[in-house]
Each structure stands twice: as C-alpha cells, then as structure tokens.
C-alpha cells in the first residue's frame, strides 16, 4: 500500500493519530504525527487500533475495504488538492464517500465515521510519505514474488544447514 499504516494507530481518549514507537511495561510509547512530534505513553487501558487493520463497511457484509485502500484512492481522486474537512457539510462528505466507495454500506458508516476518515486521511498525508511506486498493484504484486521468494531460499538453506550442524541432544537420567 501507498501509505505504510502498520505503525499508525488511533488511541481512545487521545485525539488525533499517533506513530508506535515501543512497547512498556504499562502500554506503549508513542509520538504524534504532527510538527511537534511529542511522546507520551499509552496505558494499557487505551484501547489502541491500528489503521492497517481497519476497514470500511460495504454492502457485501463478507466485503470491506482497507483504510490503506481508501487512503490511495482519495489520493489518486484528488491528489495533492484535498479540500474537504470534517467542518465540511454533510451533503459534501457524502458525496465524498460516494465519489470514493460507492458501495459502502450507508447503515453501518455513520457521517461521524466519514469525518473522522477526513481527519485521518488529513493528517496521515501531511505526515507519512506516499510511495507512488506501491500504488501500482501489478508492480507490488511482482515484487513481493520476488521478495518472498529471495527469502524463501535463504531461509531454507539456513534450516538445512542448523538441522545437520546440530547434534542430537542426549536426556540424562537422575539417579537417586
């Protein structure tokens, strides 16, 4: 996906987005993805999603539609020239999820869910970069071939070689 989301995760109580920097004993570090880039910890009682792991509802009920997903499309609708806001009228963020999705499901994605989307998509293009190069699904797909594929034989290799190297270990039995 355009957008690396993996590190990127919404936490209750806590407005705005926030990049994971490393797990605590009581929750985990994290930064703003704004210019101040403050840290601050997350208790364990935050529940904190990830974006990478949500999705928009559409009419399918077996179907959704990943955040990175929508993410690049609204990026490749609109570009660099992204007006709207959560301030913005209703009937316009409607017509925004249309133009997007247009078989998202209108009883499950409430227009609270469509502004927050707004937010999120503001603030994740300000501050993550956008690799064109993923964007592409032809070019992605081959080069994860590629990739597992390279890692795949040296993996193999590896586990040949530790099973060979390794000696059998003998029990020892406790005489008493």
Not at 36 to 59: C, D, F, G, M, P
Not at 145 to 164: G, H, I, Q, Y
């Amino acid at each position: 996906m355009p957008y690396d989301l993996k590190e990127v995760a919404a936490i209750s109580g806590m407005p705005g987005l926030y990049r994971l920097v490393r797990p605590t004993r009581a929750g985990v570090i994290v930064e703003t993805l704004d210019e101040k880039a403050a840290r601050s910890v997350a208790s364990a009682r935050n529940k904190v999603s990830l974006l990478h792991e949500i999705s928009i509802y559409t009419q399918d009920y077996d179907q959704t539609v990943p955040l990175a997903e929508v993410f690049d499309r609204i990026r490749q609708h609109y570009g660099e020239s992204f007006s709207l806001t959560n301030k913005s009228d209703d009937r316009d963020l409607t017509s925004f999820m249309e133009t997007i999705i247009p078989d998202y499901d209108r009883q499950r994605v409430y227009m609270s869910d469509i502004k927050k989307l707004v937010t999120w998509y503001r603030l994740v293009s300000t501050a993550l970069p956008y690799d064109a190069a993923a964007a592409t699904p032809d070019e992605a797909a081959a080069e994860s071939d590629a990739t597992s594929a390279e890692v795949a034989a040296p993996m193999a290799e590896t586990k040949e070689e530790a099973t060979e190297a390794k000696p059998k270990a003998r029990s020892k039995k406790t005489v008493e």
